[in-house]
């Protein structure tokens, strides 16, 4: 179950997804990555089950003006005054932590969905003004940066019968990442060789590793939090979709008639289609069964064998310790967040 299975893929491919009925009446939503594609659908899910407040973060203020403007288009009964949009660039640490002081200063106490969305891919290696490898820091460091900076409010108000929700949306790419970790038990720092040029990986695998990290994140935090507990940490496949993630081959003549004979190929889902998935893990009832698990198709599977083995599960650890020492030196809130939220992390 935990290896790649193309069969189940091209038949979960053409499932028509169920949308979770639940409401969000009084809940304050962060959704980030949402001016197209799954955040962009996912958004619009949301907006139209009455929110307190739907924060849809975009990476500049030119496109959240624009996504404010579509959204209540595309939701004309829903109060427009239930929903913003602010800029969140996750390709700069201070980017994300000046998100968080507005939401301090301007949000609510409590926030009950976070939905840690927005990704990137480049073709070619490419690093952030951080220093950091841009899909390492894009899709994993500054979402969990983002993730460990809002736990407070995601625990402020929540209980384990209304938990909150903390989903990272990952990829079935992550089945074929194991390989680009050959030898990382003898590497001096994780993140650092993943980082790294040197690493030799191409633009896809250093994607798909990324979105393993991404559950190895979220298994590392959930171990970490109380059972049953008030924040619900979810990872989940939307499936293969239409995207704008794909806008880096589709420069390229030749790869976007062959992409677009992939997506007809392979079945690929529509956006609004894929968001259900998101949503699903964001509302679903059974919160306390999907804790800490890797969600495909609206429902819970197995993440990659490599994740399942021992020296996976020891590459999980000390991945996590790594990620909150390199977070630390970024915002000294890491330290202490983790240590009055996270009791089970101090040493």
Not at 137 to 155: C, D, E, G, R
Not at 189 to 195: D, E, N, P
Not at 300 to 329: H, M, N, P
Not at 336 to 346: D, F, G, H, M
Request: proline share 4%.
């Amino acid at each position: 179950m935990g290896k790649f299975s193309f069969w189940r893929f091209f038949g979960e491919q053409g499932r028509d997804l169920p949308l979770p009925g639940e409401s969000v009446d009084g809940k304050t939503v962060v959704i980030a990555g949402a001016n197209v594609g799954l955040g962009f659908e996912a958004s619009v899910h949301v907006a139209n089950k009455n929110p307190s407040l739907l924060i849809a973060t975009c990476r500049d203020t030119a496109k959240c003006k624009q996504t404010l403007e579509i959204l209540r288009e595309r939701c004309p009964g829903t109060r427009s005054a239930s929903f913003d949009s602010w800029p969140l660039e996750l390709s700069s640490f201070d980017n994300v932590r000046a998100f968080v002081d507005r939401f301090d200063a301007e949000g609510p106490e409590g926030l009950n969905i976070l939905v840690a969305n927005a990704g990137t891919f480049k073709q070619a290696y490419t690093r952030t003004q951080d220093d950091w490898e841009i899909m390492l820091q894009v899709n994993y460091l500054s979402f969990a940066l983002l993730s460990i900076l809002l736990l407070p409010h995601l625990l402020h108000s929540a209980t384990c019968d209304d938990p909150s929700r903390l989903v990272l949306v990952s990829s079935l790419g992550h089945y074929l990442a194991g390989p680009v970790l050959t030898g990382s038990r003898n590497w001096d720092h994780v993140l650092g060789a993943i980082s790294a040029e040197t690493l030799g990986a191409s633009g896809p695998s250093r994607y798909n590793l990324s979105k393993m990290l991404q559950v190895a994140f979220v298994r590392e935090l959930a171990a970490r939090l109380p059972s049953p507990t008030s924040l619900v940490v979810i990872a989940v496949d939307p499936g293969f979709c239409h995207s704008s993630l794909q806008r880096e081959l589709e420069k390229y003549c030749l790869l976007r008639m062959v992409l677009a004979f992939v997506r007809w190929l392979l079945r690929a889902r529509t956006s609004e289609m894929g968001s259900r998935n998101i949503v699903h893990a964001a509302l679903a009832k059974n919160a306390q069964d999907l804790h800490g698990k890797y969600m495909s198709s609206c429902e819970v599977v197995e993440e990659c064998d490599y994740l399942l083995s021992v020296e996976g599960k020891a590459f999980s650890e000390r991945l996590w310790w790594e990620t909150i020492e390199v977070l630390s030196k970024v915002d000294d809130r890491v330290s202490q967040i983790v240590s009055t939220y996270l009791p089970a992390s101090s040493t």
